[in-house]
């Protein structure tokens, strides 16, 4: 809890060009958590060493990432939205949890399991304690919700574990985090293959519409969506393709299916692929407005940066001293 309001954390990486389904399944979530939480929103740089990068292209995306959370809406002076590198105990935490982790729990991850396969050739150790830096994050903050996709789910359970191990030891030192449940984000599928989730490392371009897609684009993108032979708008599992046009629509329009599908009723599916890609530009066109209109104002953004990882690095000392006076560390002399 801070002032009266529970804490919530969660942190997107910098790599790859994000996605519309970054945006309606999580960005455009986080802006109204922010009204209900005291939010902490990262943007995760040191898990993307995970990975080898370009310093340079990390550096660009890091700050351009930072500066989208803004631009789609969420207030850096209520909520603190800030770089994971530049708060130190990020990784003095993690050092700490790594030694309350067990190498069965981390062998047991199945994004390790498939990032190993994916990087076979830097297979490194912080690939593997990954999810270990992923719980400092969240209980540096003592956060009480985070709000995490499926695919984060393991990892949050594995948080848990940790932050429970260490209480039982040694009292109750961290808030126990909860998956965020609630209104969920809309989960959007890629547009070439509806199975997948729409993803910012697809190598097919025409899969993914990206939060800087200029309106042709956009359009073109929609129109070129895998649909199927049925010939007919509904909105059910057995036509995947149509179903994730319905959700994008819905998505940035706010309506609910049903009311979707009577709007589409008698229409072909060129029609709906052009209201979709109208609907799609009518939610990015804007943020994309927003966003250059910010990352002109070099000074502006600068000062967010600096204050905000001020505020973090506050929060983070506080359970930082007290976890390492627990584990035995001696006090430091003033
Ligand atoms: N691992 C998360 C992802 O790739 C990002 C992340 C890092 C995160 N630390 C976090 C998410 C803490 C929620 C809470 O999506």
Not at 94 to 122: P, S, V
Not at 212 to 235: F, H, N, P, Q, W
Not at 281 to 287: D, Q
Not at 301 to 324: C, M
Request: with cysteine; charged share 25%; net charge neutral.
């Amino acid at each position: 809890m801070i002032n009266g309001n529970k804490v919530l954390f969660s942190g997107m990486q910098a790599t790859g060009n994000l996605t519309l389904g970054n945006y309606l399944g999580a960005l455009k979530n986080w802006v109204s958590l922010a009204d209900e939480y005291e939010c902490y929103y990262s943007v995760v740089d040191m898990h993307s060493i995970t990975v080898r990068q370009d310093p340079a292209v990390l550096r660009k995306r890091a700050r351009a990432l930072l500066t989208l959370y803004i631009a789609a809406g969420i207030d850096p002076e209520k909520n603190c939205l800030y770089y994971q590198s530049h708060v130190s105990g990020h990784a003095e935490l993690a050092w700490i949890l790594n030694c309350f982790t067990y190498m069965g729990e981390l062998n047991r991850m199945t994004q390790f399991k498939d990032k190993a396969a994916k990087h076979a050739d830097n297979i490194n150790a912080g690939l593997f304690t990954y999810p270990v830096l992923m719980a400092a994050d969240i209980l540096l903050y003592q956060a009480d919700v985070v709000p995490v996709g499926i695919d984060q789910m393991q990892h949050l359970e594995l948080t848990r574990d940790i932050a429970q191990r260490f209480n039982a030891i040694y009292g109750d030192v961290f808030t126990v985090p909860q998956a965020y449940v609630g209104k969920v984000g809309a989960k959007i599928m890629s547009l070439q293959d509806p199975a997948k989730k729409m993803s910012k490392s697809d190598e097919n371009p025409n899969a993914s519409i990206y939060l800087m897609d200029d309106a042709d684009t956009i359009r073109r993108k929609c129109k070129r969506a895998v649909t199927d032979s049925e010939g007919i708008i509904l909105y059910r599992d057995e036509q995947p393709g149509v179903k994730n046009l319905l959700d994008i629509y819905c998505a940035c329009t706010g309506k609910a299916p049903e009311e979707a599908v009577k709007e589409f009723e008698g229409c072909g599916y060129g029609q709906l692929k052009e209201a979709v890609g109208d609907a799609v530009v009518g939610v990015l066109e804007p943020l994309q407005t927003r966003f250059k209109e910010l990352e002109k104002d070099k000074a502006y953004i600068d000062t967010i940066i600096k204050n905000n990882a001020e505020r973090a690095a506050y929060t983070a000392s506080k359970t930082l001293r007290k976890v390492q006076k627990k584990v035995g560390f001696p006090e430091r002399v003033r």
